[in-house]
């Protein structure tokens, strides 16, 4: 039998979401939940690993077993395994033909950026911090020249395991509410760092160190070592991933509130 389980987290005290020796990862914490549930080992895949410090509103994982678990037991028998900072949102029992990763049409990032003179208390861990005053029109019009399929290397991690740099990128818009920058980003799939690297050249452009033109400068560079800074992971959620309706999973949030001194905005 196989299982898809929703989850969200907390990322700040994780080492990523990879199963690691020695080390607290968001993988090695689920898969201990689930295997108390269904009384055996049990081995989850995700739908995209995340790195050290980032966030997941809606991480989609499947699972084989033979235990025999209404969905209810699966989510309520997980998260009272679980540590405060992972929870299971719902599970479903899917066809052998289901893979998290592989049956994923796109996924969604959000970045967000606390841009004010002083820095952020109450989402501390949870948004970027940049102090600098950021021009989001800037911003947006240099996000669009990493729409469509381009191969990505400038915006590459040094050790992304992908085998190719090229990538299809749907939707990467940039707006502003209040003091919040939210960058959004759709795409096929994503490199390591990807999503933070975009940040980082948008930032640059958006202070007005760089000209908007630069990012599409950095895409063609295909190095890098060319690509700018790497911004913290503090503010990358993993927003939703998208499957073929014949799988009938529940659709991700389409909102999440930030915190009451932001007016309830929603990304």
């Not at 998290?100 to 996924?107: E, G, P, Q, V, W």
């Not at 970027?128 to 996000?143: C, I, N, Q």
Request: overall charge positive; glycine content about 8%; hydrophobic content about 40%.
């Amino acid at each position: 039998m196989r299982i898809a389980l929703g989850v969200e987290y907390d990322g700040a005290g994780f080492n990523g979401w990879q199963r690691q020796h020695g080390v607290r990862t968001v993988q090695a914490e689920l898969e201990a939940a689930l295997a108390r549930v269904a009384n055996q080992p049990v081995a989850v895949t995700c739908a995209g690993r995340t790195d050290s410090g980032v966030h997941a509103l809606y991480q989609v994982v499947h699972f084989d077993t033979p235990a025999l678990r209404t969905a209810r037991s699966w989510v309520l028998g997980a998260n009272s395994n679980l540590p405060r900072d992972v929870a299971v949102l719902w599970a479903r029992e899917v066809a052998d033909d289901f893979h998290a990763r592989f049956s994923a049409r796109s996924r969604a990032y959000a970045y967000l950026i606390c841009n004010r003179a002083t820095r952020p208390g109450l989402w501390h861990g949870r948004v970027t911090w940049d102090y600098r005053p950021l021009d989001v029109e800037r911003m947006a019009e240099a996000a669009r020249h990493w729409l469509g399929e381009h191969d990505f290397s400038s915006f590459r991690a040094k050790g992304c395991q992908s085998r190719h740099p090229v990538r299809t990128v749907y939707r990467c818009e940039v707006e502003r509410r209040d003091d919040v920058v939210v960058l959004r980003v759709e795409a096929n799939a994503f490199l390591q760092h990807m999503v933070r690297n975009f940040a980082g050249v948008l930032t640059e452009i958006g202070c007005g160190a760089r000209a908007p033109e630069w990012a599409a400068e950095v895409l063609s560079y295909r190095e890098r070592e060319r690509g700018g800074v790497t911004a913290p992971p503090d503010g990358l959620y993993l927003r939703a991933v998208s499957y073929p309706p014949g799988f009938d999973l529940p659709p991700p949030p389409r909102a999440v509130p930030l915190p009451v001194s932001y007016h309830g905005y929603s990304f």
